[in-house]
C-alpha cells in the first residue's frame, strides 16, 4: 500500500524555466510533508517541509504547496538551474510519528 | 555541521555472508533509520531507533537485524545475505520530530 506516490519517474525541464514535481498521498492523518533531493553515490539532502497549517512555503528558488482537500503537494523550482538536475522525494508524517514515508522519487533533468 | 557516516560505501559479498553495516552520526541525535533505496520503490524503512538499545520494524525487516548499543552509532545485520538484498543502503539520524539527515548509503551487491 503505497501511502505516498510520485506518479511522474521523472521530468525534463529546460534551464531557467519552472520545475514542477507532484506527490499525492492517501494517509488523510499526515500533517508534515518534507521533499529531499539525492544525487547519484549521495545520500538524500533535505530541502523544504510544510506542516498541514499551511498551504505554501518558500525558500529562495524552491517553493512547496500543499492542497489538503486533495491530498497532493507540489514542489516548484524557479528558476530551474542545472545543479537541480537529481532525483527528489516527497515524504510525509503524522504528528507525534518519528517516521517518514518516502514516495518513489523523481528524477528532475534539466537541459541547458 | 551535520555528519553521518557509513562504514563502506561499495561492498560486495556472497550468498549465505553475514554482513554488517555500520553507521555513525555527531549530532547527538535520538533517533537513527536504516533504509533502502530499489529503484521504482524509493526509500523504504527497515528499522529504527529512537534511543539505545531500542528499536522497532519498519516497513521490510524480515532478513535484518539492528543493533543500537551506543547513542551515535547504529548497525544493520544481514544474518544470511541474500541476492534480494542487493540494494542502496542508507543510514539516517535526527532529533524527535525533525528532519531527517543521511549518510552517503553503502551499495551492497550480493552475488
Known amino acids: 500500500d503505497q501511502q505516498v506516490k510520485q506518479n511522474s519517474p521523472s521530468l525534463s525541464v529546460q534551464e531557467g524555466r519552472i520545475s514542477i514535481l507532484n506527490c499525492d498521498y492517501t494517509?488523510?492523518?499526515?500533517?508534515?510533508f518534507l521533499w529531499y533531493k539525492k544525487y547519484p553515490a549521495e545520500g538524500p539532502t533535505f530541502l523544504i517541509s510544510?506542516?498541514?497549517?499551511?498551504d505554501k512555503n518558500e525558500d529562495g528558488r524552491f517553493t512547496v504547496f500543499l492542497n489538503k482537500s486533495a491530498k497532493h503537494l507540489s514542489l516548484h523550482i524557479v528558476p530551474s538551474q542545472p545543479g537541480d538536475s537529481a532525483v527528489y522525494f516527497c515524504a510525509a508524517n503524522r504528528w507525534g510519528a518519528q517516521k517518514l514515508v518516502f514516495g518513489q522519487g523523481t528524477r528532475l533533468t534539466i537541459n541547458p | 555541521d551535520v555528519k553521518v557516516t557509513q562504514s563502506s560505501r561499495y561492498l560486495v559479498k556472497r550468498t549465505g555472508e553475514k554482513v554488517f553495516l555500520e553507521c555513525v552520526q555527531d549530532?547527538?541525535?535520538?533517533?537513527m533509520f536504516w533504509y533502502r533505496q530499489d529503484p521504482g520503490l524509493g526509500l523504504r524503512l527497515i528499522y529504527f531507533?529512537?534511543?539505545?538499545?531500542?528499536?522497532e520494524k519498519g516497513d521490510i525487516p524480515e532478513g535484518y537485524s539492528v543493533s543500537r548499543e551506543k547513542k551515535e552509532r547504529f548497525s544493520l545485520i544481514l544474518e544470511s545475505a541474500s541476492t534480494n538484498q542487493t540494494s542502496m543502503y542508507l543510514c539516517?539520524?535526527?532529533?524527535?520530530?525533525?528532519?531527517?539527515?543521511f549518510g552517503p548509503g553503502t551499495r551492497l551487491t550480493v552475488t
Open positions: 539516517a539520524s535526527s532529533l524527535p520530530l525533525l528532519e531527517q539527515y
Open positions: 510544510i506542516s498541514s497549517i499551511k
Open positions: 531507533s529512537y534511543d539505545v538499545k531500542m528499536k
Open positions: 494517509n488523510s492523518m499526515f500533517d508534515y
Open positions: 549530532m547527538d541525535h535520538e533517533n
